[in-house]
């Protein structure tokens, strides 16, 4: 398993520098606009687009046959996967954290009390995203899995535009408000549990 996470660490070493330029650039655009919410989405683009690299990486190289021969299981080869989401969605919540915290010492806006509950929720977000994405990818492929990733975040944008025209006309208490995030850790359980089923019972069920 060890293993498995180290061989897609070392192929994303390339991408680096292009994160390296995404960060500056949200940086740049936030302070410009005085806000941080712009790193919600670098914690979604982080976690997807190199979610689904490490996936295109090993279908195009041939990956998928070569580990079928070592004394790897397809389940574990699965699981590296979303351990690989994991430490993407961890280390977009760190970034969120460095990132919020230096817009509130500059005095670009928002609280010392946001900076956490943004964070996480940025994290499990693109999380999110990913544990719905996988086993779309591990049944139809990269082409068709970057059809419904364009949907999908298509959904959320247009989602989240409608939910910002209609909340300041909805008052929800503070008390259903926190009963709706206790609940998100156990719902993202779920759904880990789910997508991880079927993603194991696609991967194990294609001719390699």
Known sequence: MKGLLLKDLYTMRSYLRTLAVMFVFYIVLGFVS??????????????????VTSYA?????????????LPVSRREMVRSKYLLALLLSAAG??????????FVLGGRGGTLAE?????????ASGFLIVIILLPVLYRF??????????????????????????SPGIHIPEDRIRA?????????????????????????AKDL
């Open 141 to 166: 492929g990269v082409e068709k899995g970057r059809l419904v990733m364009m949907i999908l975040a298509a959904g959320i944008m247009g989602g989240i535009f409608l939910m910002a025209q209609i």
């Open 115 to 123: 900076i956490l509950p943004n964070a996480l929720g940025a994290g």
């Open 180 to 204: 709706v995030l206790w609940s998100v850790p156990a719902v993202l359980a779920v759904m880990l549990v789910i997508s991880y089923s079927l993603s194991c019972r696609f991967f194990e």
């Open 93 to 102: 919540i760190l970034v969120t954290l460095l990132a919020h915290l230096l």
């Open 34 to 51: 005085r806000t941080s919410s712009f790193f919600a989405a670098f914690v979604g683009v982080l976690c997807i687009v190199m979610t």
């Open 57 to 69: 990486y090993d279908q195009t190289c041939g990956w998928n046959l070569y580990g079928a021969s």
